[in-house]
């Protein structure tokens, strides 16, 4: 199929580029003055779906491998899953800054200590109170350390298996992210009800594959 | 050659043709919903962008009014591309770009109930002898976002006089145009159409309400609720019922649409108040737009408590919220 070179020197810069878009677009519509009326809306709705999408991307990247036999899909795995939480990082930053921060009382200009605490618990009280946001918090806190031991040597280290387990940890976030984004809307639930569908499908095409994986030696032993 | 008859192929062989059908329906929703996804995953961002409203008629011989705030307005191009108008679609800039088609000429409301001049009255005749008023005015949305706004309209009071409201009136009801035909959110369930507000009957009459026919002192435009909206200005932006084509005086408390939605998170009274959080988010604090940060305090009443807080006295504003 798709030689190494073109793989490491010419497709991955490409994806890596494209990923970018949500990102340079946001930038754009800054520097331009191209925001709705209500940027704040615009920067939280744009980091949130991304991390959706880049989770849902992620995901169907062992069912695409297993449906195509293209094992060279893998390769991009890493980078997209890193994505996911890169977006994430944005989307949970725009809420902590812009709705938290901005509605403490601080002494004018001056970052204190008090500041830095009053921020926690105004976060930490939000979270608390609020059963969506407390999920979207969830699937962020879930990534973390997913994207730390996304390197090679933390996979050498892990071992595979462990490394594999620990992984696993992304369908936690996916369905987090999900039902955070459908506890969120108002009423039209129809962009939340895409991505229950997306992740549902590529959950429980994982789920199929494992049954049948397991059958054969369900049969064996009753043999 | 043997050429075999039809009958050769076993009756039990030849697919059901509503199976045939049915598969095939299948096989087209199944490829529809995956394409959809597709492009909803990926695409969200290539969203049409915000129309201005054109400019529209200006009206004549508009008077200034004590009731308007001296804060900055919003620009005319904020309050035209950022509506919540879910007949148009539930995305803020929508109504923006579906609206301007919207007919609102004729236009009649439907006068009903407890009142002893029922009748179809043609929106000339509900403007007729009255006075226009600037009235700029804090919106406060419940989703904790603001604007200062310059409405052109007269006291709502004016108009219920006329309808002679009898003594069994207590509440006045608002019913809202609901056209799928005209407006493509009016196709999809995702309010119970057609969209009713209410008001009780002080605070229908209380001067600050007001029916509203501009903005900047031109005709208002269809996103905004054209060609009459309520504006309410110590209540959340969900009260202001837009394109109104029937009130109604009744006796009970009218089940408004988002109350009928969600009983937890909107009520009747829907007054703005920091102290009573909506259960998703904060109130404490607002966005008045474009700002980015949410750090504009609430007011009580969205400041208007000087001449709105006796309507409530005695009143738990947490149980009726």
Request: glycine share 6%; with cysteine; proline share 6%.
């Amino acid at each position: 199929m798709l030689s190494n070179h073109t793989i490491r020197w010419i497709l991955k810069p490409a994806i890596f580029l494209a990923a970018l878009g949500p990102c340079a677009w946001l930038l754009w519509a800054a520097l331009t003055g191209t925001f709705s009326a209500d940027p704040l809306a615009d920067i939280t709705n744009e980091t949130g779906v991304s991390t959706l999408r880049f989770l849902c991307i992620t995901l169907a990247v062992t069912p695409l491998r297993r449906l195509t036999g293209w094992n060279g899909a893998i390769r991009f795995r890493r980078m997209l899953g890193l994505f996911a939480f890169f977006y994430g990082t944005l989307h949970l930053l725009t809420y902590v800054i812009a709705d938290r921060f901005a509605g403490l009382d601080l002494p004018a200009g001056i970052v204190k200590w008090k500041a830095v605490r009053d921020l926690a618990a105004s976060v930490g009280t939000d979270i608390y109170k609020r059963p969506f946001i407390m999920l979207g918090f969830t699937a962020w806190i879930v990534m973390a350390p997913l994207a730390a031991t996304s390197t090679a040597g933390m996979i050498r280290r892990l071992g595979g298996r462990r490394w594999q387990l620990l992984h696993r940890l992304i369908y936690v976030s996916a369905v987090a992210g999900v039902v955070h984004y459908w506890w969120l809307v108002k009423a039209d639930v129809r962009r939340p009800e895409t991505y229950a569908l997306v992740v549902g499908g590529l959950l429980v095409v994982r789920l199929w594959w494992s049954q049948s994986r397991k059958r054969p030696v369900a049969t064996a032993v009753a043999a | 050659m043997l050429i075999k008859p039809p009958t050769s192929i076993p009756s039990a062989e030849i697919t059901d043709r509503k199976l045939y059908l049915n598969r095939r329906e299948f096989v087209r929703a199944v490829t529809w919903v995956a394409g959809g996804a597709a492009a909803e995953v990926l695409g969200e961002t290539f969203l049409q962008a915000a129309q201005p409203a054109p400019h529209g008629r200006k009206l004549d011989n508009v008077q200034k009014s004590g009731f308007s705030t001296d804060e900055k307005p919003n620009t005319w191009e904020q309050i035209t591309t950022y509506n919540n108008y879910y007949e148009f679609g539930t995305d803020k800039e929508q109504p923006s770009l579906l609206a301007p088609s919207l007919k609102t000429e004729p236009w009649t409301v439907a006068v009903e109930g407890e009142c002893n001049k029922p009748a179809v009255y043609h929106l000339e005749d509900i403007l007729k002898g009255q006075t226009l008023e600037d009235r700029i005015y804090r919106h406060r949305c419940v989703e904790a976002w603001s604007m200062v706004i310059p409405w052109v309209g007269f006291p709502l009071a004016n108009f219920i006089k006329k309808c002679e409201p009898t003594s069994k009136a207590k509440f006045v009801e608002f019913t809202t145009l609901s056209d799928p035909k005209q407006m493509p959110g009016a196709r999809v369930a995702v309010l119970d159409w057609p969209y009713v507000e209410g008001l009780r009957m002080d605070e229908a009459l209380h001067p600050l309400t007001i029916l509203v026919v501009g903005l900047y002192g031109e005709a208002l435009p269809n996103q905004n609720g054209a060609p009459l909206r309520l504006a309410v200005p110590w209540k959340y932006g969900f009260k202001h019922a837009k394109s109104i084509v029937r009130i109604r005086f009744v006796e009970k408390q009218p089940l408004n649409t988002w109350q009928r939605q969600a009983p937890t998170e909107y009520g009747f009274y829907a007054n703005v108040n920091p102290t009573v959080d909506h259960p998703r988010w904060s109130q404490a604090s607002e966005r008045r737009l474009p700002g980015f940060f949410k750090n504009h305090k609430t007011l009580m009443f969205n400041g208007y408590a000087d001449q709105v807080a006796s309507l409530y006295t005695g009143m738990d504003l947490r149980k009726n919220f």
